[in-house]
């Protein structure tokens, strides 16, 4: 393993870190301050950059860090822009420069919506089930009418389960309403093969 | 009685089409009463020509009253329209009821096998889909056509005082450095005091990318190169939102191709300061290539559609999408998003969608201020518009839950309205028009091979009024079509029908993605064809041998079911698969316009984003290909089910008569065919009465090719030798002499 890979295993176990532990000590503004002042009197972009990181791990929302690691990236990127991804996490990159150890840079924005899912609650599990409803139409309704009960009877496990959020409710309760249209149509269908059937 | 309503809607979008046809976009005032007057002046003229065409006075009355009452609260809700763009919907959407209710009781009630009901049932399923889209083209084009008062005009720019920081983010990969060179040097000639320009390139060979440092340097911009970096364009922009400066409170996309005017800035961003709402502001994209030949020309038209017509529409409800360049949101707002989406490919119309969820607002100014440049070929335009399918149903797959009508009640955190929720889940829907379209070509080519086989016992019964309302609907689809075209970019008629032609190309390929996208959980890309060759016009047909294929088995299996059972009727039957043959040779010979515009020398175009997996079209076309044959070997195991061997009776409830193709079964020996019963001197034939002789037609699939080529499907399929003719015959005079007792 290489310095580049030593040190980025360090850096992939910070990201694993993303919120402080339980107990952490609060903010140390003396030493914010002193990365700071340390920031504004070096002119080496890669010492900065070490500076930087630290005010980062100590403040990684506050405005003037955000401002230094701007700058300090701008910098760094002036006369090479190169920038090789590593790995990433939700709130963080970490990248490496042409010929550096591997940098944790901050993400600039919030968590979005992972898709597809990682997990589903149980009412979105009970809608997702809708899909195989609407398909169930194609082969004469019969599939509509065979999924009505499992979704009844796992939106009734739902709806009857104790301190779920209003949100599970509701969405047992449109797939109750959609599962029972979607069998009413199916039934018709089915009703109708059945006629032709019989002759 | 439904026999006469299907005449008289009929009847009645004719008249409405012709009129508006003739003055819909002139009309520009209107008020209530004149719009309940003009509905009704088209009921009475309707009326009486319906009268001198079969007299049934009291069936008119009743059908009249019927559509005037539930024409009424359409003429309220569509309030913004002129009476002609009211009536032309209201009578569209009145004669696709008449036609589902129409054909969905042949479906029920005719003698059928089991087998045969289904197939039917399927038929009327996609025929369902097929008129349902339809109407919803025909909704965006009047929209904008009969459109007598605008609501969200984007007023002129007051001088701001305060002009925000913005930050335009470049995204490039593997450009030609010329190419970039000229876009950043007009972003350079932006009139504007405080901007920033990233140049993000990803995943590019460092040949391509290292001269533009230089450039940047010498223009005070920033560039990053991204190397090793997922994510297609969306994860370079998201880097990019990283390392955008602090003070930027606005972020503009602009692609590597773009040459943009200098006052781009200082005409979009005032907005944003006046209306703290605001969160993106989208420009019109335009092109500087347009003019190379007829290909380019059409490829422009139908881009600049778009533009012109669907975005101002959509505009007048908030409901516009972000497309990626030549667009400014503001960066909280970004930021609050989380970003764009890495996993869907078309991540700026998916974030717009996020973005209007949280009750933002969004502009649309149809102004253009920047120019690019469209793909060079038909290859590259496949591609293309592959990544723009696939994305648009990514995002259905993703986001349907917020779309439904239901969405507020179990997520109150959603703040899309109605209008918002519909444009967007019908612009995620109307990608599937083509896959329709394919599976009504299946069904075609299905029907030909089973006319050749001489098994009948799969096909729906029909009937001359219901052959005569698709006729009117598939030409209104059509001619509004090439109306729309011509009205929102001047077009000759000429111009328009190419650039139908052009949409009806990108049928195949549109198709494909829609399979990939239900059944992919990633992201994916086309792979063409492979080709060595130099010549142009050759790798032109090479890239373009799925949809020649397609063709050229449309028109042999129509040309084998007119040789193998000679008659007007196979005719007519080959005559449909031809028109579908239309809209697949459209694609090889609008690849050959291409590659003229190049001189006889191919030319290989850089593929843009194409740094993720890939999927071979050859491949994708044998696995559908396989499920089709799959399909065909049923549909022939099924035909030789045996009809029902008497009238059951809830027969009655079909729409009388019907024509049943299927045979008679053995021991019924088929009756001389009897007179028709002579009518009272001043009566009509009896309601519904066919002439058995009379020409009788199915239309199945000329292509609509609406706004963008809704299409929909009736089949209905006649066995037409002369020996099942005179069994036919039969047949309906025994419906006949049924009736009459």
């Not at chain 1, 791990?57 to 701007?70: F, I, Y």
């Not at chain 2, 497309?323 to 996993?343: A, F, H, N, P, S």
């Not at chain 2, 008629?493 to 190419?498: G, L, S």
């Not at chain 2, 697949?584 to 010979?589: D, I, L, M």
Request: proline share 6%.
């Amino acid at each position: 393993m290489d310095q580049k890979e030593i040190t980025g295993a360090m850096a992939i176990h910070t990201l694993n870190q993303d919120s402080p532990p339980v107990g952490a000590p609060t903010l140390d503004q003396g030493e914010l301050d002193k990365y700071l002042r340390l920031l504004s009197e070096t002119r080496d972009s890669r010492e900065a950059l070490g500076y930087v990181e630290r005010a980062v791990e100590l403040a990684p929302t506050d405005l003037r860090v955000r401002k230094w690691l701007h700058g300090t990236l701008i910098a760094l990127t002036d006369r090479d822009p190169f920038i090789e991804y590593l790995t990433e996490s939700e709130g963080m990159y970490v990248v490496a420069f042409r010929n550096s150890r591997p940098v944790v840079i901050p993400k600039d924005r919030g968590k979005i919506e992972v898709s597809p899912p990682v997990s589903r609650t149980e009412g979105e599990r009970i809608i997702h089930l809708l899909r195989w409803s609407v398909l169930g139409l194609i082969p004469a309704g019969l599939g509509a009418i065979l999924f009505l009960p499992i979704v009844y009877l796992r939106a009734l496990m739902v709806l009857t389960a104790p301190s779920l959020p209003n949100r599970e409710s509701r969405l047992a309760i449109v797939a109750l309403y959609l599962s029972s249209f979607l069998a009413l149509v199916g039934a018709i269908i089915s009703g109708l093969l059945l006629l032709h059937w019989i002759g | 009685m439904l026999n006469h309503l299907v005449y008289i809607s009929a009847i009645w979008l004719v008249l409405a089409f012709s009129l508006a046809l003739l003055f819909g976009t002139r009309l520009r005032w209107g008020n209530f009463f004149f719009s309940v007057f003009y509905f009704l002046v088209i009921l009475g003229l309707g009326d009486l020509i319906a009268l001198t065409l079969f007299f049934a006075p009291l069936d008119l009355i009743g059908a009249s009253a019927v559509a005037f009452w539930l024409g009424i609260p359409l003429i309220l809700v569509l309030r913004n329209w002129n009476a002609f763009g009211q009536a032309l919907f209201i009578f569209s959407l009145f004669a696709t009821v008449i036609y589902l209710v129409y054909a969905g009781l042949i479906t029920a009630f005719s003698p059928l096998s089991p087998i045969a009901f289904v197939f039917s049932y399927l038929l009327l399923l996609l025929e369902f889909c097929s008129l349902s889209l339809a109407l919803t083209y025909a909704f965006e084009v009047l929209d904008v056509m009969c459109r007598i008062r605008w609501n969200r005009i984007p007023p002129s720019v007051k001088s701001a005082s305060h002009l925000p920081m913005v930050s335009l983010h470049v995204p490039a990969y593997n450009e030609p450095p010329e190419l970039v060179e000229q876009t950043l040097r007009a972003l350079a000639k932006l009139d504007y005091p405080r901007y920033e320009v990233l140049l993000v390139d990803n995943n590019t060979p460092e040949s391509t990318w290292k001269p533009l440092v230089k450039i940047c340097q010498e223009l005070g911009f920033k560039c990053l190169h991204l190397d090793h970096w997922p994510g297609y364009k969306s994860g370079a922009l998201n880097f990019a939102l990283t390392m955008t400066d602090p003070q930027a409170e606005i972020v503009g996309v602009v692609d590597a191709d773009y040459v943009v005017e200098p006052d781009f800035l200082k005409a979009t961003v005032p907005y944003f300061v006046e209306d703290p709402k605001l969160a993106f502001v989208q420009c019109p994209q335009d092109y500087r290539n347009e003019n190379l030949n007829r290909f380019f020309q059409s490829m422009y038209d139908t881009y600049k559609y778009f533009f012109c017509l669907s975005m101002p529409a959509r505009n007048e409800r908030n409901a516009i999408i972000f497309c990626g360049t030549m667009g400014l949101l503001r960066k909280r707002v970004l930021q609050e998003i989380g970003g764009w989406d890495e996993w869907c490919i078309t991540e700026d119309a998916e974030a717009s969608l996020r973005i209007l969820n949280r009750g933002y607002t969004s502009l649309y100014i149809n102004r253009t201020f920047g120019r690019g440049l469209m793909p060079l070929n038909f290859e590259a335009l496949k591609k293309q518009r592959f990544r723009w399918a696939f994305g648009g149903v990514q995002i259905i797959k993703k986001h349907w839950g917020k779309l439904m009508p239901w969405a507020h009640l179990v997520d109150p955190n959603n703040r899309m309205t109605p209008a918002q929720r519909y444009f967007y889940l019908v612009a995620g829907i109307q990608w599937f028009n083509e896959l329709f379209t394919f599976a009504f070509t299946v069904m075609v080519i299905i029907s030909a091979l089973v006319t050749m086989a001489g098994q009948t016992g799969l096909l729906r019964p029909t009937s001359e009024a219901l052959v005569i309302l698709v006729i009117v609907l598939i030409g209104s689809n059509l001619v509004r079509a090439l109306w729309g075209l011509r009205y929102a970019m001047h077009l000759t008629w000429t111009r328009a029908y190419y650039a139908l032609i052009l949409w009806f190309s990108l049928t195949w390929v549109v198709a494909l993605a829609c399979v990939q996208a239900i059944t992919r959980t990633r992201g994916v890309f086309l792979r063409t064809p492979k080709s060595e060759t130099k010549f142009a016009w050759l790798h032109a047909l090479q890239i373009t041998g799925w949809e020649t294929f397609l063709a050229v088995l449309c028109v042999l299996s129509g040309l084998g079911a007119a040789l193998r059972l000679p008659s007007i009727l196979s005719l007519a039957l080959f005559g449909i698969c031809c028109s579908q043959a239309i809209i697949y040779f459209s694609a090889p010979s609008e690849s050959v316009m291409s590659a003229t515009g190049a001189g006889g020398t191919r030319v290989v175009q850089p593929d843009r984003g194409v740094i993720g997996e890939v999927v071979s079209e050859n491949r994708l076309g044998i696995q559908l290909g396989i499920a089709v044959i799959a399909f065909l070997i049923g549909a022939f195991f099924a035909a030789l089910w045996p009809a029902p061997n008497q009238t059951p009776w809830w027969s009655n409830y079909s729409p009388q008569p019907v024509i049943v193709p299927q045979q008679l079964p053995p021991g019924i020996v088929p009756q001389q065919p009897q007179p028709p019963p002579k009518n009272p001197p001043g009566q009509q034939k009896k309601q519904g009465a066919i002439d058995p002789f009379s020409p009788l037609v199915f239309v199945t699939g000329l292509p609509l090719g609406t706004s963008t080529h809704a299409r929909w499907i009736s089949i209905n399929m006649l066995a037409p030798s002369n020996t099942q003719l005179a069994r036919k015959t039969s047949v309906i005079h025994e419906f006949m002499r049924m009736e009459s007792t």
